[in-house]
């Protein structure tokens, strides 16, 4: 059952993670679209039905799952879980800037610069790094 919980785990992180580096590139081409244009129209409706479809419910099976697993592993106390966790409640406030960004975007209203959605776009390859890292090595 355990590994079970892993494997499902994993998968939401792949499907998480997918929709975390996809989104923000939108956001790049979206912000270099003329707002009202045929191209931001469909930029919206892709942000929107990715954030909805992939990145809310692989989130919220991380999150389940991996406190399921941590709970069999009983990794409560483990330094490098805490920092593990640190890392990931830092996506997960990444995730929501995303969504409070994609409400922007819908109603016409960005004002963020291309080069600054090119930044963000680097923002979950780090944290998963560091997250990997941690889970792998665990380093202390």
Do not use: Q
Not at 67 to 93: G, I, N
């Amino acid at each position: 059952m355990e590994l079970w919980i892993k494997a499902l785990h994993v998968v939401a992180v792949i499907a998480w993670m997918a929709g975390m580096f996809y989104l923000p590139r939108l956001y790049v081409y979206h912000a270099e679209a003329k707002a009202g244009s045929e191209l931001s129209e469909t930029l919206k409706v892709m942000e929107r039905r990715l954030l909805r479809v992939i990145i809310n419910p692989a989130s919220i099976l991380v999150w389940v799952l991996g406190l399921w697993t941590a709970w069999l592993m009983d990794a409560w106390w483990e330094p490098w879980f805490h920092a593990k966790m640190t890392l990931v409640v830092l996506l997960s406030v990444y995730h929501h800037l995303l969504a409070l960004w994609r409400k922007d975007f819908e109603a016409d209203r960005n004002v963020r610069s291309v080069r600054f959605y090119r930044i963000a776009n680097e923002v979950p390859t780090l944290l998963m790094i560091g997250i990997v890292i941690l889970v792998i090595v665990k380093p202390f």
